[in-house]
């Protein structure tokens, strides 16, 4: 596609409740990155896939959090038994190679 | 640990002035310095980016200068417009890292037409 594609949007959940989120990256693109945006702050890494390869989940935040991309193309993320303190934006980054890269638009995760 | 520290946190200037952001970092291993301009609702979007055996990078209104000894670098924004009233972010990696970012807190700046 044109760009990096992230979905959903918005997303509420219950707390204790799991949630999954979807990104597509740009076509043929080797690099994923998944980054964590609280409200009025910068975004902080979660973690980096080389193709299907998971090479560093250091950011992710606690064992509650997965990640995988099974294909070497989309992505999932996954938060089990969601708290408060998950609400933030979750973007999706993509790239051929490891600089330049694309942000999705992300999706807003509300946990009430 | 905050490894980039991103300053002012907010700005406002009149259409035409120049804004000037400023970013501080520790890890004297960061050799990539990208800025990026993120919209209400969208993804950060790569601005510029420079590299340390450069002192100043331009691309059209903007301006990236690099302090190498004192680890610091500003972004600089000619003429400016409202259509640039955005938040911008510095960030910081290592070529050993594949390309994982560091940011900073963010500035949001608004433009007076």
């Known amino acids: 596609g044109a760009g990096v594609s992230q979905s959903p949007r918005y997303k509420v959940a219950k707390r204790g409740q799991d949630v999954a989120l979807r990104c597509d990256p740009i076509?043929?693109?080797?690099?994923l990155f998944w980054y964590q945006q609280a409200l009025g702050q910068g975004p902080e890494f979660l973690t980096y896939?080389?193709?299907?390869?998971?090479?560093?989940k250091s950011g992710l935040p606690s064992d509650r959090f997965f990640a995988e991309r099974p294909e070497g193309s989309v992505s999932t993320l996954k938060i089990q038994r969601t708290q408060q303190e998950d609400s933030a934006v979750y973007l999706c980054?993509?790239?051929?190679?490891?600089?330049?890269?694309?942000f999705g638009s992300g999706t807003r995760l509300t946990v009430v | 640990q905050q490894q980039v520290k991103q300053s002012p946190q907010s700005l406002i200037v009149q259409k035409g002035g120049i804004p000037i952001i400023n970013c501080a970092y520790e890890?004297?291993?960061?050799?990539?310095f990208p800025w990026y301009q993120q919209f209400p609702g969208k993804g950060p979007a790569l601005l510029i980016a420079?590299?340390?055996?450069?002192s100043e990078k331009k691309e059209g209104r903007f301006t990236i200068s690099f302090n190498k000894s004192a680890k610091q670098f500003s972004l600089h924004i000619m003429d400016s417009q409202p259509g640039d009233s955005a938040t911008y972010f510095c960030?910081?990696?290592?070529?050993?890292?594949?390309?994982?970012?560091?940011f900073g807190q963010g500035t949001i700046l608004t433009v007076h037409p």
């Open positions: 980054a993509s790239s051929l190679l490891w600089d330049g890269y694309t």
């Open positions: 076509s043929g693109h080797v690099s």
């Open positions: 896939f080389q193709n299907e390869a998971q090479l560093d």
């Open positions: 890890n004297t291993a960061f050799d990539y």
């Open positions: 420079i590299r340390p055996d450069v």
């Open positions: 960030a910081a990696s290592r070529g050993s890292s594949y390309g994982k970012l560091t």
